[in-house]
């Protein structure tokens, strides 16, 4: 199984951005997808999730600007992030709860998109 995140970059203040992450491989149901991010300096932090249920929550930093949701046809999960500010600043990572085909629960990760916000 693997996870490709890409749509980080430079946006200005207040501006938006959409991440989105694509799983592939031997997955037979996707459980969990979340996004973490980590501003330099600083520890990982969760950012969203999104269950196989289409249940969603937020970080209180992100709630009401940023929006988890996912296209189960194409294994896709994207956050949307609008009223971007300095502090989410920082290396984007999606994750993911996936069973694989032999029926293996296990942990993935993607390799991390940079998003820089900034004037």
């Known amino acids: 199984v693997q996870l490709q995140a890409c749509g980080g970059g430079l946006v200005q203040p207040r501006g938006s951005l959409r991440l989105s992450c694509v799983v592939s491989?031997?997955?037979?149901?996707?459980?969990?997808m979340s996004w973490y991010r980590q501003a330099p300096g600083k520890q990982r932090e969760w950012v969203a999730s999104?269950?196989?249920?289409?249940?969603?929550t937020y970080a209180d930093s992100v709630k009401g600007r940023f929006t988890i949701s996912g296209d189960n046809s194409e294994n896709t999960v994207y956050l949307q992030m609008n009223s971007l500010n300095a502090e989410d600043t920082g290396v984007y990572f999606c994750?993911?709860?996936?069973?694989?085909?032999?029926?293996?629960?296990?942990?993935?990760w993607g390799q991390g998109t940079q998003v820089t916000v900034s004037s």
């Open positions: 999104q269950s196989a249920g289409t249940t969603t």
């Open positions: 994750n993911g709860d996936i069973t694989s085909w032999d029926r293996t629960d296990n942990d993935y």
């Open positions: 491989g031997s997955v037979f149901r996707i459980n969990v």
